[in-house]
């Protein structure tokens, strides 16, 4: 049978690989278990850890003999038929004399199993896949609240283990919990030859300088760093600019040790194979041309399963970035972690992805700046090349490359104009890097490739169908999948992603730290901020809802006492819309500034909102986040949804400064409508603490600030009017 007719045939029934044959199904199921305890024996056979300066484990040369014979495996087909070959000529080899002795890292100082053998070789069955794929076991987590020195609280949600018929396929849940347990004493990573050198130089200027802590990572690294090797999928709502290189060192690092584990591991099975064929004499001639020829063929041997250790198609990492800047950064990253002198492409590479932008950026924010001072881009892919002997190459094809680095634009585009998504077929981890900018972007790019992820692929791509793993064949690739979304803010379109896109076997960590001091305090103007809740029943009428209580509470009083100069915040686009409709239909003196206004019509609109000449100012957050404009001449503003940067309102609040410096007499005005299902932006204004007596009450709530530091809150009836202490 041909290698793309078997695909065919495993494509159009995913469980044809399971047995059908109750008895044969028993019989087997010791050897299976057998064979999989033997797969840890053998690797702790040929995996010897040693003792250095770092903490970590770093492993031992093979011995010469078993490294003599790595130098005849060019001679047979066996690589040929792996997932990791490159027609490229420019690319080496996967096996070369220079690490021949080079094996995956496999163990810690305590001679267990790591981490990233666990979650491969987890054997799940058949009950519990399917309800991990079907949402089932939604409601089952266990939830465990963790409270950490630096990270802060967190939540730990581990699936819980179904009503398995047969006791003897339930995995052992004890050695993985204990493997997955997060010491905080701990310092012991598996990190491969390349990365236990090079991380020490990169990461020299954020490493702790206590005695205790002998791994060169801060204690902010350490201890997200044993988060992200427990390969359980990760929400991170700190991603802010004053953290983006010490985050992105850690991230970058636990890619590279995965890419390089999952190579080396390819080698070490392509060595032991090698050995099982071998002819050792003459006259076993004839058996060797057959086993050469079962290896061509794609057929298996006795205990296969051992050698399983590769996806559908080569890629395997998935790094989702907003802008090209952000991808030089990642890539630079990379470079350095491994080490390389010289990068296939580089040259190019600095050039397509190099400061292009012009302009100053002085009077700008400082997040702004670290944003977009540089190519801000955002329709870009890339392939990269990762080698355990510490080069890579750019601008490879993806399925000749390990690591992809894309933009949902970028990336969608390509696949529709190629009609091709096979190579996300096998993506053990995805990367979601500054996931907060894709809501300023369009969040729809992000959804459609996520719904990609871990298909089963149309065509075969000359795959060796005896070493993928079996959850591949099996359509179980979302199980195996980490997934990291990197965030500065918490919405509820990225804690959707964690909870139906992210789908770990090994569970899942939310960061949930409560907000103690609010943005609000940040406003440097006295201000009455006063607070309407709209009642709502219902979050998906919450548009609507939120647009009626607008027409029928806040119309009314624009139309009977205009007040100019007023700046009506909207951050929805489609919010937009209806409140501009609504504005010329009432026929109000306003104009618009929003993201998709030409430069000379932003101008023009920013110069009558200043002179007065126009009462209203239809402002979008959208175009406030990519221009970061400050606009002159305000006196009120109306925040028609809370923004979803937090740090957006105080911003704006403070735009009132320079008009009250010139009217002493003038008294702005603060007005936010905002609904309990935004509690989590209002946290971010006024405070978690202050938010949950918020949503508590009924009534509308007037805040006043009286000093930079100090924030009173005082319950009121409507129309009251702020009280001063």
């Known amino acids: 049978m041909s290698t793309t007719h078997a695909m065919s045939l495993f494509v159009s029934n995913p469980n044809s690989i399971m047995m059908s044959d109750d008895k044969k199904r028993n019989s087997d199921e010791d050897a299976s278990l057998s064979s999989h305890n033997n797969k840890h024996k053998r690797l702790r056979k040929f995996v010897v850890p040693t003792h250095n300066t770092a903490d970590n484990c770093i492993m ?82 266990t939830r465990n609240n963790r409270e950490w020195p630096i990270l802060g609280r967190c939540i730990d949600l581990q699936w819980n283990q179904c009503d398995v018929p047969n006791p003897k396929l339930v995995p052992d849940m004890s050695l993985r919990e204990e493997s997955h347990k997060l010491d905080e004493d701990s310092s012991k990573f598996a990190l491969s030859r390349p990365l236990n050198e090079t991380w020490i130089k990169l990461n020299r200027p954020y490493s702790s300088s206590s005695s205790t802590n002998n791994c060169n990572f801060s204690p902010l690294q350490l201890q997200l760093y044993k988060l992200l ?31 390089i584990n999952s190579r080396l591991l390819v080698k ?84 397509d992805y190099g400061d292009e932008t012009e302009g100053s950026f002085r009077n700008k924010p400082e997040d702004y700046r670290s944003l977009f001072s540089h190519n801000s881009d955002d329709d870009f892919r890339l392939g990269v090349v990762i080698s355990p002997r510490g080069t890579m190459r750019l601008y490879a094809q993806f399925y000749n490359s390990d690591v992809i680095i894309a933009s949902p634009l970028g990336l969608r585009r390509i696949i529709e104009r190629n009609t091709d998504q096979d190579f996300l077929s096998s993506i053990d981890l995805l990367v979601l890097d500054h996931a907060d900018v894709f809501l300023m972007q369009n969040w729809d790019h992000l959804l459609y490739i996520m719904k990609l992820l871990n298909l089963q692929p149309r065509e075969s791509h000359g795959v060796d169908f005896s070493r993928v793993r079996t959850h591949f064949l099996c359509n179980w690739g979302k199980i195996y999948r980490q997934t990291i979304v990197l965030s500065s803010v918490v919405t509820p379109e990225l804690n959707n992603i964690i909870n139906k896109h992210a789908n770990s076997h090994c569970g899942k960590i939310i960061l949930n730290n409560p907000v103690s001091v609010g943005s609000i305090q940040q406003c440097m103007v006295r201000l009455a901020h006063t607070f309407n809740k709209i009642p709502c029943d219902d ?46 239909k009432e026929d109000l003196s306003f104009c618009v500034v929003n993201e998709y206004s030409e430069n000379r019509d932003m101008v023009q609109s920013r110069k009558e909102c200043f002179q007065g000449q126009k009462d209203y100012l239809l402002y979008t957050e959208r175009c406030h986040f990519f221009r970061r404009y400050h606009l002159r001449g305000v006196h009120h503003i109306i925040f028609y949804e809370l923004p979803v940067y937090a740090h957006f309102y105080p911003e704006l609040c403070n735009m009132i400064a320079s008009s009250v410096a010139k009217q002493p007499g003038l008294v702005p005005t603060v007005t936010v409508l905002w609904s309990r299902y935004e509690a989590h932006r209002l946290a971010g204004v006024v405070g978690t603490q202050r938010t949950a007596v918020m949503v508590s009450h009924k009534r509308k709530l007037i805040c006043s600030l009286l000093e930079r530091i100090k924030f009173q809150c005082f319950l009121q009836l409507s129309g009251c009017r702020a009280s001063h202490v």
Request: proline share 3%; net charge negative.
């Open 60 to 141: 031992n040369t093979e011995d010469n003999n078993d490294a003599m014979i790595m130098s005849d495996v060019r001679s047979t087909k066996m690589c040929e038929t792996t997932n990791y070959n490159d027609s490229d000529e420019s690319v080496e080899s996967d096996v070369d004399e220079s690490d021949d002795n080079e094996l995956p890292v496999y163990c810690d100082k305590n001679d267990d199993v790591t981490n990233f053998q666990l979650f491969f070789d987890r054997q799940l069955t058949e009950i519990e896949a399917s309800a991990m794929l079907s949402g089932e076991l939604a409601r089952s987590f």
């Open 229 to 259: 090797s427990s390969y359980k999928d990760l929400l991170y709502p700190e991603f802010n600019f004053t953290r983006k290189s010490v985050i992105q060192n850690v991230v970058c690092l636990h890619v590279a040790n995965h890419v």
């Open 268 to 351: 070490f099975n392509n060595h032991q194979l090698f050995k099982k064929t071998s002819c050792e004499t003459k006259s076993e001639t004839r058996n060797c041309g057959e086993t050469e020829s079962k290896i061509q063929r794609g057929l298996s041997f006795d205990q296969d399963d051992i050698y399983r250790d590769q996806g559908l198609t080569r890629p395997k990492v998935l790094i989702l970035t907003p802008l090209r800047s952000t991808a030089m950064s990642i890539v630079q990253t990379l470079i350095d972690l491994m080490g390389v002198g010289e990068v296939g492409h580089k040259r190019r590479f600095h050039k």
């Open 539 to 584: 979050h998906t009428e919450l548009p609507s809802v939120r647009f009626q209580y607008f027409q029928d509470r806040i119309i009314p009083l624009l139309k009977n006492s205009p007040k100019s100069h007023t700046l009506v915040l909207i951050p929805s686009s489609f919010d937009f819309i209806r409140v501009r409709n609504k504005f010329r």
